[in-house]
């Protein structure tokens, strides 16, 4: 196909994966551990370096159209989250880490077997593929610490302030191990997973652009306020506070302590902006200005006391996650599993980042034999991640398939894409052979 599109074959590939969060959501970009793996499905770009200054990119899937630009002309447009915006984000991530100009153009072609919008890191993966893609043309190399960091930072171009899970997974991921991922500085462990139990990822068919709503963004800016108004609660320099985890470092207590704090300093009723101003002794001015991002700046109520509990609880769970697998009791299933439940309930309850479909996916799950359930991903739609006794798994998936997907409209969308088991996958690489 490249042969017919660009009249020439490519001269290398480059891979990148998506990715499943086994727990621990919405807490990377508050500081704290999480716990995925990556996923068998990958983005896929095949490459030529060639000596114009255009970059060229066309996509497999006709849904997405033919893009080209100058490399000294880089423009991503916040407003429309198109495909090929993050191709451009981590193309712009090692422009700007080599402060390059006047590059090398290239012809891409993009290929990807991971669900779009579905929770499992489509985008980060495209992006993290990019700037590989565009390290590798330059003959330059980074380490795959530095990839994820600059992926991560570069990825915000296009207005999702999200946390560098998806593409620290991305590049440091190897194949059969979990890994837990710390920030500050970023660092992996793996987390070797329990032979008996299977992981599934159903698909609720919700589709779900985290670039394309302010649902994400104002979950991190209610993250920060939370930290903040904690912070001044206990007398710190809140104005140098930017993450939840911050404040607990700060005050040296764990997390169980940090939940007890969160009762005393803050109310479960909705903050007013105004509010805010008064606990922090700041105009609503320097709110707007200092505090919030540009597409939080109208709203109207935050949530800080259950975006606080939703963060310090799951922070405790990913912990407990890795201590139990590690331990390898007898019912290790059975206690993930509490877990994985737990989390979802969190996420549902306190984060508010479910939908009807997810809730009912997930009940589902758990009737067929799933030990726990939960939503994966930023949420809002995308898919379920399960963790099912690897002797239930073929009776699960057809219960599943029949009670969620058969049974409705959805049918159509029931393959591969939608219900699948999955084992730890590799993480990014580059080679020369299709």
């Known amino acids: 196909m490249f042969n017919s599109k660009f009249g020439s074959i490519p001269k290398f590939y480059v891979r990148a994966p998506g990715r499943v969060n086994i727990i621990g959501e ?45 490399v000294n002309n880089i423009q991503i447009d916040k407003t429309k989250p198109q495909w090929h915006n993050y191709f451009l984000c981590g193309f712009k991530g090692i422009q700007e880490r080599f402060c390059l100009s006047n590059l090398t153009g290239m012809n891409c072609l993009v290929d990807g077997n991971i669900p779009p919008s579905s929770g499992l890191s489509s985008s980060s993966a495209l992006v993290c593929c990019a700037g590989l893609v565009t390290l590798t043309a330059l003959g330059m190399s980074l380490s795959k610490v530095e990839l994820a960091e600059i992926c991560a930072k570069s990825e915000r171009y296009i207005g999702t302030e999200g ?34 139990a299977v992981f599934v990822i159903a698909n609720s068919c919700v589709e779900m652009n985290k670039a394309a709503t302010s649902y994400f963004n104002i979950r991190v800016t209610e993250c920060r306020l939370a930290a903040k108004l904690l912070a001044k609660y206990k007398s710190l320099q809140w104005d140098e506070v930017l993450r939840l985890e911050e404040v607990q470092a700060k005050l040296g207590v764990s997390l169980e302590e940090m939940l007890l704090i969160t009762e005393d300093a803050l109310h479960p009723e909705p903050y007013s902006p105004e509010e805010i101003c008064s606990c922090l002794e700041i105009s609503l001015e320097e709110l707007r200005t200092q505090i919030l991002s540009p597409n939080t700046q109208d709203v109207l109520h935050f949530k800080l006391y259950q975006r606080a509990k ?51 996916l997930v009940d589902i799950c758990r009737k067929f034999g799933a030990q726990g359930s939960r939503l994966t991903g930023a949420g809002w739609g995308g898919c379920t991640v399960s963790i099912v006794p690897a002797d239930k798994l073929s009776s699960f998936l057809a219960n599943v398939q029949e009670a969620y997907y058969q049974r409705s409209d959805r049918s159509s969308a029931l393959g591969t894409q939608s219900l699948f088991a999955t084992k730890p996958g590799g993480g990014a690489l580059v080679f020369l052979e299709a």
Do not use: W
Request: contains cysteine; negative net charge.
């Open 310 to 360: 939703h963060v310090y609880s799951e922070a405790a769970r990913v912990l407990q996650f890795k201590k139990i697998c590690e331990e390898a009791p007898d019912n290790v299933v059975q206690l993930l599993g509490e877990l994985m439940n737990q989390s979802h309930v969190s996420c549902r309850d306190m984060f508010e980042c479910s939908c009807p479909e997810l809730d009912q």
């Open 163 to 196: 946390g560098g899970m998806d593409q620290s997974i991305s590049f440091l991921a190897e194949e059969g191990t979990a890994k837990l991922i710390e920030f500050s500085p970023l660092r992996a462990t793996d987390v070797k997973l329990p032979s008996g």
């Open 26 to 70: 919405h807490i990377d970009y508050c500081g704290y551990a999480v716990l995925p793996m990556a996923v068998e499905q990958d983005m896929l770009i095949a490459v030529e370096p060639v000596k114009t200054q255009t970059i060229r990119l066309i996509n497999t899937n006709p849904l997405y159209p033919d893009f080209s630009t100058s």
